[in-house]
């Protein structure tokens, strides 16, 4: 087949590996495509494990007629990248293992799989009291700025602040992972459809129109069961006075 010709997914993926990584232990073809949403821009996301490499890697290129990704492994650095991803929340590799097809190396992918199945089903480390105290306090302060706000372009990126961690609060309270980019809605999606659909409405309706009571009041009620907004009394890093 000519480089250029665009392979089936799978296909491509399998002969993309035995060209450029035949020595390699153990592969996965992850993303879009093996979870039936590919689009026109769509790439294929090929883990790669080999123990030969000093460190891990991601490259992009061009091969059968797909836009690839490549994360490129040693076994050592894989854990490494998925106990990053587990400190903060975010588990994009953990996630590409889970839903990944086997394309080389079943029985070391199998027990990969499997561990990354078993974190994923547990969930991320539970917030403190403190964290959550400190997390109020944030959303509080950009929900301020965003209703003080009375220019056009800076109420947009406060707006966006603001989703961001309204995001994650609602996620990590309830001992859900979060996400970014398309992930923050697929997260929201996957903890509570309906919950999402609100939050969606609220910022898109703030974005189109600039109007913000529906975005004021899904944060105070994501507050309110954790005490609410948060301004007087905060402080953090204040030592005892000498």
Sequence with gaps: MKEFEKAPAKEAAQMFVTKHFPQCQAALLSGSVVRGEET?????DIIIFDDILADSYRESLMAFGW????????????KQICKTDYERARPSMLRMVSEGII??????IDDIKKEADEIL???????????????RYFI????????????????IFIANTLADLVHEFVL??????IGASKWMMRSLREFDQPFAEEYFHAF????????????????????????????EGFSIGKGEPN
């Design 103 to 108: 394309l080389k190396g079943h029985k070391i």
């Design 121 to 135: 089903a547990e969930g991320p480390a539970k917030w403190s009291e403190e964290t959550i105290r400190i997390k």
């Design 67 to 78: 836009p690839i990704e490549i994360f490129a492994h040693n076994f050592q650095s894989y």
């Design 140 to 155: 509080t302060d950009a929900l301020d700025d965003l209703i003080g706000s009375n220019n056009r372009a800076e109420s």
């Design 172 to 177: 990590r309270t309830n001992g859900h992972w």
């Design 40 to 44: 026109e821009t769509s790439d294929l």
């Design 204 to 231: 898109d309706t703030f974005y189109k129109h600039g109007e913000i009571e529906l975005v004021v009041k899904l944060v105070e009620a994501v507050l309110e069961p954790h005490g609410g907004r948060l301004f």
